[in-house]
């Protein structure tokens, strides 16, 4: 129980028969303006409260909390769950069997490592889509995925057992996000703390940045690396500052023919555009009403895209209608609406909060849209998806384009090689428009291809070459999901079929789907149009799309083709998606198979024709799409709450293949040395009790000098280990045929992989080199400082002492939650990483491994600075950590090398240093966040 109490606001809440321990909000003044999620962190401080960590003067500042007043006062959140995926589970759970053994070097209790808050890992990114468009891909799929994921599989079920209060939900049930909101979410967590049944808001944190889609179910959550997640885990609290809340204002209804990924793909750019990083979004009006949960789960799902931390909806009767349609108990409904109505956390638009900024959408103006071809807010209207193709396609065709001229390529600056600056891009685009005017857009000579059976086609630069409906985004929302499978009825009774070089893959986020789609009889048109279930997991929207077709990816790969794929997902990022695919659309699930009709991203649906009928007659999409009254009574007549209950009802027990993974019996893992999965990593070696003082940074050199946009992809992909790679040489050392490398993503609980996979993407342009892609750099370990892998290069430098450092544009490490990204970072003897900007979750990350995050003077960059990169850095001003005080800027000296053009200057300047909480600063003092648990822990 809580030690302290002082604002009396224990009390009982009786429902049916069972009485609650409840923290009562209405005891803090000021609690009744707050937005919902702000009084979901103010319940938590009430519980928590224990006059040390978490005071009442830090409930007393929620309280008040001023709207308009920039984030200062830091509190301290506990979760309460944890909520992982198995890409970024596994490396948790390696952390915490080595954190096992290290406790023991350290003197202490090994069963002290043990989760304190529950914890759920669902397998759900590993399965590939390397079978598609067959009856047997689903099975198939499976039996891949077990023959390349046993040792991880195997080691999973040894963390079930080992640990306490650790759920695995097995391969092949469906992915995380969906699975959370179908059936783990429990909107009123209960738990026994002291012998006492307590009720409290459900709260978690996951390994994954789209935990947000929890918050469509009035949830707060959030995604947080893997190693926050490790300490949520072991009962610390995640360390943030109480922030701005962005009031969302819904009015109106969608229009016949838009769809929920229109709205959320509108939400982003707008989001995007008025700049929501580090800042919870609240939705509220009267319009909130008319959204279905599901709806307001896909927009939840988008944070990440929109940069938010999180994006709240309230908890109303829309709410108790999804719990109980997704087989929640009655007695479970019965609490969430007692408790909410209690703690005036039940919406009622009458009574508006307060918030720090504002806007608002009226959804009657939202229009078919698509996003790309390389990021989420990106977003296009599907009336000029045909029109900006073109334009965009300049930018990755252009080997052999006439009709690219200077100015074009003037409008698209060398400086910025992964994303441009919304600014940057509608200048290019301007100009890009001006000169098509007068150009044609015929870009080449279409590839002729002939297929092994005989059949003939031909392929050009914007062929859809893969077109898959995936991820949790779209996937858990049956209004997109029934359009698109009643639009391909409608294509399949007009003779329409998907054109052959197009990859079709439908990958269900929980068997729930299938059995709805079977139970409106829409699978057998699913997959005439090629669309077979290829997995119930992430696949294609995390890049394991597998394979091409042969042929087609031979004549990519052969001619230079900037062919595209269109997915219903939520990232699109550069090298995503398949290596040999440029340019990559998010779209509806319909829109999804609607482009695999056309075939092309060179394609209006307005005027272009997907087919002829069996009359003879064009078809256009209008003449296929289907009618919104159509699609709900779909819904009405196909979903109910006994596929729920059946597919969920022994979820954590999984198939035959699960049960007989032969598990080990002992509290402390056996590491295989011969494993090329799970190796004990190297975090805690050599470490004592006393923690070192800080030091400063002198003589580093720069590793990497990158753009704007780069993701947590570019830094540490997720997808194939190239066989002419650091990885790849080293699991041919081991023994590993080519053909079983799987992907970085399945091989995270290895370190000595992920180690050389970072900064490995194939998209990934340093600058420090001229017109090149992928994972190298200048290694100026050696005179003539020659292009080298960054792994080599790393490796040198660590051999001779040399400290590394990154410069970064804007928006540095936004996307997924990947705590490799940071892990890698560290690992090749980065100490410093100076951008524009961060993404919240990694620059966390980067602290928790013990990496600080540093930017440039406001206005500055290094382009603007001089910096190019061949410079000795010193950094200065950080050994203040070790007095107790957090300095708000450092000094950064950068001096010419013998590598340095001739006459250039000394570069000076101080650096914002971006380590934002005291807690922060307690984890870079230990050299990171699982140094800092486990100490506490041994004491």
Not at 179 to 188: G, Q, S, W
Not at 382 to 406: P, R
Request: with cysteine; proline share 6%.
């Amino acid at each position: 129980m809580s030690a302290v109490n002082s604002f009396g606001a224990r009390d009982t809440l009786r429902v049916g028969a069972t009485d609650y321990e409840v923290f009562r909000l209405d005891a803090v003044k000021g609690y009744e303006k707050l937005p919902f999620s702000l009084k979901v962190l103010l319940e938590n401080l009430l519980r928590t409260e224990d006059g040390a960590n978490i005071t009442a003067d830090h409930i007393r500042a929620l309280g008040a909390w001023v709207p308009t007043s920039d984030p200062d006062t830091e509190i301290q959140f506990t979760p309460a769950r944890v909520i992982m995926q198995d890409f970024t589970g596994v490396p948790c759970i390696v952390d915490l069997a080595t954190m096992r053994e290290a406790v023991a070097d350290l003197g202490g209790d090994p069963n002290k490592i043990n989760p304190l808050a529950p914890a759920e890992l669902v397998i759900d990114h590993s399965v590939i889509a390397d079978l598609f468009g067959s009856e047997n891909a689903l099975e198939r799929n499976v039996e891949i995925e077990y023959e390349r994921n046993g040792e991880r599989y195997q080691f999973l079920r040894w963390g079930q057992t080992a640990f306490d209060d650790f759920k695995v939900v097995p391969p092949g049930t469906g992915i995380v996000h969906q699975v959370n909101i179908e059936y783990l979410a429990r909107v009123t967590f209960t738990r026994e703390v002291g012998g006492v049944l307590r009720a409290y808001p459900d709260t978690c944190v996951g390994t994954d940045s789209h935990t947000t889609m929890v918050n469509g179910l009035g949830v707060l959550g959030w995604g947080v690396g893997g190693i926050e997640a490790e300490a949520a885990m072991l009962g610390q609290p995640v360390s943030m500052l109480i922030p701005k809340v962005v009031g969302f204002k819904l009015n109106g209804s969608i229009p016949a023919g838009v769809t929920a990924t229109d709205v959320v793909l509108t939400i982003t750019q707008m989001l995007r555009r008025h700049g929501v990083v580090g800042k919870f979004v609240e939705f509220y009006g009267e319009g909130v009403a008319q959204v279905p949960l599901a709806n307001r789960a896909t927009i939840g799902n988008m944070s990440p895209e929109f940069g938010s931390t999180a994006a709240m909806f309230p908890i109303d009767d829309v709410t108790l209608g999804y719990l109980r349609l997704t087989g929640r108990s009655e007695e479970q409904v019965a609490l969430v609406e007692a408790y909410s109505k209690l703690q005036g956390l039940w919406h009622d638009p009458a009574q508006e909060p307060v918030f720090s900024e504002y806007l608002e959408l009226d959804l009657g103006t939202v229009v078919p849209s698509i996003a790309g071809p390389k990021r989420p807010q990106d977003r296009v209207e599907l009336s000029n998806a045909k029109s900006q193709f073109e334009i965009d396609l300049q930018n990755y065709a252009t080997h052999d384009l006439s009709m690219v001229d200077a100015a074009v390529e003037a409008s698209f600056p060398a400086s910025d090689p992964i994303g441009f600056t919304a600014e940057d891009e509608q200048s290019a685009h301007q100009v890009s428009h001006q000169h098509v005017s007068h150009a044609p857009v015929s870009v080449s000579s279409p590839v002729p291809i002939t297929t092994a059976d005989g059949a003939s086609y031909t392929l050009d630069h914007g062929a859809v070459a893969v077109a898959a409906i995936t991820s949790c985004t779209n996937t858990s929302n049956p209004s997109v999901m029934l359009a698109a499978g009643l639009l391909a009825r409608n294509a399949v009774k007009k003779g329409l079929k998907s054109k052959p070089w197009v990859k079709t893959t439908l990958a269900p986020g929980s068997k729930v789907v299938t059995d709805y789609y079977a139970k409106a009889g829409l699978t057998d048109d699913l997959e005439a149009l090629g669309f077979y279930t290829v997995g119930y997991g992430c696949t294609v929207c995390i890049g394991n799309t597998g394979p091409l077709i042969n042929e087609v990816s031979a004549a990519i790969n052969d001619n230079d083709l900037a062919v595209t794929a269109v997915l219903s997902g939520n990232r699109n990022f550069e090298g995503r998606i398949s290596p040999d695919v440029k340019m990559n659309y998010l779209a509806s699930p319909p829109l999804v198979i609607a482009y695999a009709l056309a075939g092309s991203m060179n394609f209006d649906f307005d005027t272009d024709a997907l087919g002829q009928d069996t009359e003879g007659n064009d078809v256009f999409l209008k003449d296929i799409w289907p009618d919104s009254a159509e699609v709900q009574s779909t819904i009405d007549s196909s979903i109910d709450t006994a596929m729920f209950t059946k597919e969920y009802g022994e979820v954590f027990e999984g198939d035959e293949r699960w049960r007989s993974l032969p598990t080990p019996d002992s509290e402390v893992f056996e590491w295989d040395p011969k494993s090329t999965y799970v190796r004990k990593p190297p975090y805690f070696d050599g470490m004592t009790l006393e923690t070192s003082p800080v030091a400063d940074i002198v003589g580093a050199r720069v590793l990497a000098k990158l753009g704007d946009s780069v993701t947590t992809d570019h830094i540490s992909p997720a997808g194939n280990i190239k066989a002419d790679s650091p990885a790849g040489a080293y699991l041919m050392e081991h023994g590993v045929d080519r053909s079983d490398f799987n992907s970085y993503g399945s091989r995270r609980g290895n370190h000595e992989i992920m180690i050389r996979g970072t900064f490995a993407n194939i998209r990934l342009r340093n600058q420090l080199l001229d017109g090149v892609e992928g994972g190298y750099t200048r290694d100026f370990t050696k005179p003539d400082a020659p292009q080298s892998f960054i792994y080599d290069a790393s490796q040198n430098y660590q051999a001779a002492g040399t400290p590394l450092v990154i410069f970064g544009g804007k928006e540095y490490g936004s996307g997924s939650s990947r705590d490799w990204a940071a892990k890698g970072t560290s690992l090749l003897g980065v100490k410093a990483v100076i951008t524009e900007s961060f993404e919240r979750i990694h620059r966390s990350n980067l602290i928790g491994m013990g990496v600080v995050p540093l930017q440039f003077p406001a206005g500055e960059s290094w382009v603007t600075l001089g910096l190019d990169g061949t410079e000795s850095v010193s950094i200065t001003g950080i050994e203040e950590l070790n007095e107790g005080r957090t300095p708000k800027t450092v000094h950064v000296v950068a001096t010419p090398t013998e590598h340095s053009a001739p006459g250039k200057a000394v570069v000076e300047f101080d650096a914002v240093v971006r380590i934002d909480t005291p807690g922060e600063a307690d984890y870079y003092r230990n050299g990171g966040i699982l140094q800092y648990v486990l100490r506490s822990l041994v004491v």
